[in-house]
């Protein structure tokens, strides 16, 4: 499995941004497919997670409302749409998936088995 992510940048506050990831080597259909971020000298959280197309999705507090996962199966892609960025939303980006059997929507954050490489998001105020 590969995860290729891109659409990062610099950006102003209140900006947007829509993140891409494309996903190679398996049939993505029956994957949750997922958004984490890392800032700066913090550890990798949780930002949203989609179980499958048109299902439930999930957000971390701090961006719901602002940010939409979304994917589309036919390309093996996710994407993130970042709405009203804040400077605390700077950080690197990384996309992940993982088999619907590692994966529970109590913890929507946890059990993801393969990641990308990251793309850098800088809010600027």
């Known amino acids: 499995v590969q995860l290729q992510a891109y659409g990062g940048g610099l950006v102003q506050a209140g900006g947007s941004l829509r993140l891409s990831c494309a996903a190679s080597?398996?049939?993505?259909?029956?994957?949750?497919m997922g958004w984490f971020r890392q800032a700066p000298g913090k550890e990798r959280d949780f930002v949203a997670a989609?179980?499958?197309?048109?299902?439930?999705?999930y957000y971390t507090d701090s961006v719901k409302g602002r940010f939409t996962i979304s994917r589309d199966d036919a390309k093996s892609t996710v994407y993130l749409q970042m709405n009203s960025l804040k400077p605390e939303d700077t950080a690197i980006y990384y996309c992940?998936?993982?088999?619907?059997?590692?994966?529970?929507?109590?913890?929507?954050?946890?059990?993801?088995?393969?990641w990308g490489q990251g793309t850098l998001v800088t809010v600027s105020s």
């Open positions: 992940a998936v993982t088999p619907q059997a590692l994966w529970s929507t109590a913890t929507p954050g946890v059990g993801f088995r393969y």
């Open positions: 080597g398996r049939t993505f259909s029956s994957y949750v």
């Open positions: 989609n179980r499958w197309s048109g299902g439930t999705t």
